[in-house]
């Protein structure tokens, strides 16, 4: 008999923690599954090749090579800012404002692509740069839609070389 008195009294003692520990998870499952929750964001994006051409004046933009492959869902670009510049814009084919090229409020970053940066394609582009040495690096934060801010090291080249 006192087998079943202490079965009894153990089972009466972790009924309630154990009730407990079922009814927040129940909860907690819930709120994830609404999307209270919120996602946990991995990092997808690659960064590959990032230079930074001087400029032979600092009266003239400063265009940048960059190499984003995506290894997970679509993003977006939406702005870019670094100490060694006071305004920086994306631009499509064109190196100077108003030039041929056109200003982007924002550029696609598709879904398991790569998407290249030059001045002859989607830019990166540094308006009246500070005094920029020849391997010297200069850090850009390019703000993502999905990815957010994400910090990159650009390599100053020679004028005209990736």
Known sequence: MTGHRGLASLIRTVAAPVACAVLLTGLLSGWVATGAGGTVRRMSLQFELAALPSAHNPATPATTYLVIKNRGGPDELLSAQAP????????????????????????????????????????????RPHALKIGETVPLTLTFRHAGKVTVQFTVTPPGTP
């Open 84 to 127: 060694a510049s006071p305004q920086i814009i994306l631009a499509r084919n064109g190196r100077q404002p108003r030039g041929a090229g056109a200003i982007l409020a924002s550029l696609a970053i598709p879904a398991g692509a790569t998407t290249s940066f030059s001045p002859f394609g989607p830019d990166i582009v540094l308006l």
